[in-house]
């Protein structure tokens, strides 16, 4: 009965994984040759300072730009760049292309304006990280002020004493760092002390339970007041309404990105509606 139960299963399964796995396979190419034929692109999402109502800097966030059906958003493909290992070259790519524009925004504005890029567990992980940031930032003295990175708290946490040490390195350069998605990584407090960082972005998730009840708005607060006390700056992620501006505002939180001040745009588009007016 048992050895009849897994075989039936396996005759279940069988088909689906060749399947899958066939898929990958061809995703994995198309990846490849997205790279070679540069079918990536960065879109720029606005970040904005609570109190003086100004625009800060922006999260360059990739997309592909698949000719067979649009543009492919990155939780489709960040995950197989990974697998493969492609993330190295993409992930280089993207350094190089959100520092490239942050020094034309420099150029067009005079002002600072400053460029997040988000970077994925192998990337941090890579003996070869912290020269890739130095080579991205080789290109003009202005670079490394106008960089910032964006780190998972989770995959702080899965190798800390490595992690730290890369970051200061990288802290070192004049380059800052921020814990992206705060609060779904359950890193410690006295680790979040040791941990080289300048900016705390709280996830989405807090931001969307702010106004739901009454523990999600005292646990916004509280993680305001802690980063505060540790000298980091505040941003919150996927603000979408005008109530939880205000009540982020309150809290004296220092900056927003969401939908509400701004969706995440081509460069051009980035430009001609944030840097020009
Ligand atoms: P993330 O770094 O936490 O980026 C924020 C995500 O929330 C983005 O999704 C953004 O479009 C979305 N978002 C922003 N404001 C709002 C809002 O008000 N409401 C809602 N519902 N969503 C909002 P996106 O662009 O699909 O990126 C997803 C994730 O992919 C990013 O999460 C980041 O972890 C990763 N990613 C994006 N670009 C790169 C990249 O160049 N390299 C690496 N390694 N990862 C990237
Ligand atoms: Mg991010
Ligand atoms: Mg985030
Ligand atoms: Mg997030």
């Known amino acids: 009965k048992t050895a009849k139960a897994s075989g039936d299963r396996y005759a279940f399964y069988a ?49 592909w730009n698949d000719p067979a059906t649009g543009l492919v958003p990155p939780g489709r493909f960040i995950p197989i760049l990974e ?17 490239a524009e942050y020094l034309h925004w420099r150029a067009a504005r005079r002002a600072a304006v400053r460029v997040s890029v988000n970077v994925s567990p192998r990337q941090l992980r890579d003996r070869g990280f912290v020269r890739d940031i130095r080579n991205a930032i080789d290109v003009d003295p202005h670079a490394a002020a106008g960089l910032e990175l964006e780190i998972t708290e989770s995959l702080i946490m899965e190798d800390v004493k490595n992690s730290i040490a890369s970051l200061q390195a990288i802290r070192e350069m004049g380059v800052t760092i921020a814990i992206d998605d705060f609060g779904t990584g359950f890193s410690s407090l006295s680790y979040l002390s040791k941990l080289p960082v300048d900016t705390l972005k709280i996830d989405r998730s807090f931001v969307v339970d702010m106004t739901t009840g009454p523990q999600g708005l005292s646990l916004v607060s509280t993680i305001i007041t802690l980063a505060h006390s540790l000298k980091l700056c505040v941003v919150a992620e996927g603000v979408e309404t005008a109530m939880q501006s205000r009540l982020l505002h ?20 980035f430009e001609a509606r944030y840097l020009l007016p």
């Open 15 to 63: 088909p689906r994984m060749t399947e899958s796995s066939a898929g990958t396979l061809t995703l994995e190419n198309q990846l490849r040759q997205a790279l070679e034929k540069e079918q990536f692109v960065l879109h720029f999402q606005p970040k904005m300072n609570l109190a003086s109502g100004g625009l800060t800097g922006a999260e360059a966030l990739i997309r």
């Open 83 to 99: 697998e493969t290992g492609l993330i190295h070259e993409v992930g280089r790519w993207a350094l190089h292309k959100a520092i």
């Open 250 to 269: 309150d809290l004296r939180c220092d900056e927003i990105q969401g939908y509400l001040y701004g969706k995440p745009v081509p460069s051009a588009e």
